[in-house]
């Protein structure tokens, strides 16, 4: 129980407080007022443009497509790494409604069970569960795949969603978004290979890598692929590794499908493998970031993603479309954005770097294609 001075403080901060907002309200009936003069609209008017605005902003910023496969995946296993919050979570929670086995790939244990008791009682699908794996940590990475193979005996759809943006280290002394963000992909992927080809042997298997279009801006320099960029490094430094993180994205994705199609030489390619833009959505990815920079750089982020970010639901629909539609296994390898096969920039189609990236990337993990 607070003394009486600690009270007072109290009572004048709610003051002041609420005294500030009443401020702000009062401004806005004036400019409001004001431009209701100038222009000589009446309210009525004035409030109809504002919902006809409000509408078309809602229609075209912030409401995208929603997938409309209705795919049973009854018998089916499906990992969605990243997914006890944000784009992965409603991609496990429109995939466990699908009536598929649900497994969410995340590190946080308390967070992991929280959301599998939301995604069972929202889907009322019993079958989800969680598989504990730090993406920043090469060892722990090789546990939980030990882990789940152990438990599981097949899976059908890999859904690499766990992202990062951030400077830093891991504990493997990698660059945190090229450890979690490749390396993270390129080691779960790699290392479930056995169990993903086993699988295929009696239905078909897709794998999809969560991209980004920052892959635009990116860039993969290989006497640099290791940057050492710290916690408080600048927003350009840190958007432009980001970029090249999903960049790598999308060569994993192209040189993993090269493979395929040569292990499925003269039959028919039994795992396909997608990579995709989920928009621009209301994520948590850069919240941290933006969090321990102050209030302005939070403010900021808040704003943008109020005014051009879309709900988290629409980020999983390219993530879903890619999972379930019938007939994209001719799309194998391609880059998708909006529910659809996309074109991609001229940094992204030199097949070369590609395959030198998987190169490098064996070196740094000891992970060997077939293994």
């Given at each position: 129980?607070?003394?009486?001075?600690?009270?007072?403080?109290?009572?004048?901060?709610?003051?002041?407080?609420?005294?500030?907002?009443?401020?702000?309200?009062?401004?806005?009936?004036?400019?409001?007022?004001?431009v209701?003069t100038?222009?000589?609209?009446?309210?009525?008017?004035?409030?109809?443009?504002?919902?006809?605005?409000?509408?078309?902003?809602?229609?075209?910023?912030?409401?995208?497509?929603?997938?409309?496969s209705?795919?049973?995946?009854?018998?089916?296993?499906?990992?969605?790494?990243?997914?006890n919050?944000?784009?992965?979570?409603?991609?496990a929670?429109?995939?466990?409604?699908?009536?598929?086995?649900?497994?969410?790939?995340?590190?946080?244990?308390?967070?992991?069970?929280?959301?599998?008791?939301?995604i069972k009682?929202?889907?009322?699908?019993?079958?989800?569960?969680?598989?504990?794996?730090?993406?920043?940590?090469?060892s722990?990475?090789?546990?939980?795949?030990?882990?789940?193979?152990?438990?599981?005996?097949?899976?059908?759809?890999?859904?690499?969603?766990a992202?990062?943006?951030?400077?830093?280290?891991?504990?493997?002394?990698?660059?945190?978004?090229?450890?979690?963000?490749?390396?993270?992909?390129?080691?779960?992927?790699?290392?479930?290979?056995?169990?993903?080809?086993?699988?295929?042997?009696?239905?078909p298997?897709?794998?999809?890598n969560v991209?980004?279009e920052?892959?635009?801006?990116?860039?993969?320099?290989?006497?640099?692929?290791?940057?050492?960029?710290?916690?408080?490094?600048?927003?350009?430094?840190?958007?432009?590794?980001?970029?090249?993180?999903?960049?790598?994205?999308?060569?994993?994705?192209?040189?993993?499908?090269?493979?395929?199609?040569?292990?499925?030489?003269?039959?028919?390619?039994a795992?396909?493998?997608?990579?995709?833009?989920?928009g621009?959505?209301?994520s948590?990815?850069?919240?941290?970031?933006?969090?321990?920079r102050g209030?302005?750089?939070?403010?900021?982020?808040?704003?943008?993603?109020?005014l051009?970010?879309?709900?988290?639901v629409?980020?999983?629909?390219?993530?879903l479309?890619?999972?379930?539609?019938?007939?994209i296994?001719?799309?194998?390898?391609?880059?998708?954005?909006?529910?659809?096969?996309?074109e991609?920039?001229?940094?992204?189609?030199?097949?070369?770097?590609?395959?030198?990236?998987?190169?490098e990337?064996?070196?740094?993990?000891?992970?060997q294609?077939?293994?």
């Amino acid at each position: 129980m607070c003394n009486d001075s600690i009270c007072l403080v109290c009572s004048n901060l709610l003051f002041s407080n609420l005294l500030l907002l009443n401020l702000f309200q009062l401004h806005l009936a004036v400019i409001f007022e004001f431009v209701v003069t100038m222009c000589g609209f009446s309210r009525s008017t004035w409030i109809l443009i504002l919902a006809v605005c409000t509408g078309l902003w809602w229609e075209f910023v912030k409401k995208g497509k929603l997938c409309n496969s209705k795919s049973d995946l009854t018998g089916k296993t499906v990992i969605v790494t990243g997914a006890n919050v944000g784009i992965g979570y409603e991609t496990a929670l429109a995939l466990s409604k699908q009536n598929g086995k649900v497994i969410i790939a995340c590190r946080n244990l308390e967070k992991a069970k929280n959301a599998v008791d939301r995604i069972k009682a929202s889907s009322g699908n019993a079958e989800v569960d969680y598989l504990i794996v730090d993406f920043a940590k090469m060892s722990d990475i090789k546990r939980a795949v030990k882990e789940f193979i152990s438990k599981e005996d097949r899976l059908d759809i890999l859904i690499n969603n766990a992202a990062m943006f951030g400077g830093g280290k891991t504990e493997d002394g990698l660059d945190t978004m090229f450890g979690v963000n490749h390396i993270g992909y390129f080691m779960f992927t790699n290392l479930l290979m056995p169990v993903l080809r086993k699988t295929s042997k009696k239905k078909p298997v897709r794998i999809i890598n969560v991209s980004s279009e920052a892959y635009k801006v990116g860039t993969i320099d290989f006497d640099n692929l290791n940057p050492n960029l710290p916690r408080d490094s600048g927003f350009a430094s840190l958007m432009a590794q980001y970029g090249n993180t999903k960049l790598m994205n999308v060569y994993f994705t192209i040189e993993l499908d090269a493979r395929l199609k040569d292990e499925f030489k003269g039959q028919e390619q039994a795992i396909t493998t997608y990579s995709l833009h989920p928009g621009s959505i209301q994520s948590d990815i850069g919240s941290t970031v933006a969090t321990e920079r102050g209030f302005l750089s939070q403010a900021a982020r808040d704003f943008f993603m109020l005014l051009i970010a879309r709900p988290t639901v629409y980020g999983a629909q390219t993530s879903l479309c890619c999972a379930m539609k019938e007939g994209i296994e001719i799309h194998s390898g391609r880059y998708f954005a909006d529910l659809e096969p996309a074109e991609l920039y001229g940094n992204a189609m030199n097949q070369e770097i590609g395959k030198k990236l998987w190169t490098e990337s064996e070196k740094l993990t000891g992970v060997q294609w077939g293994s």
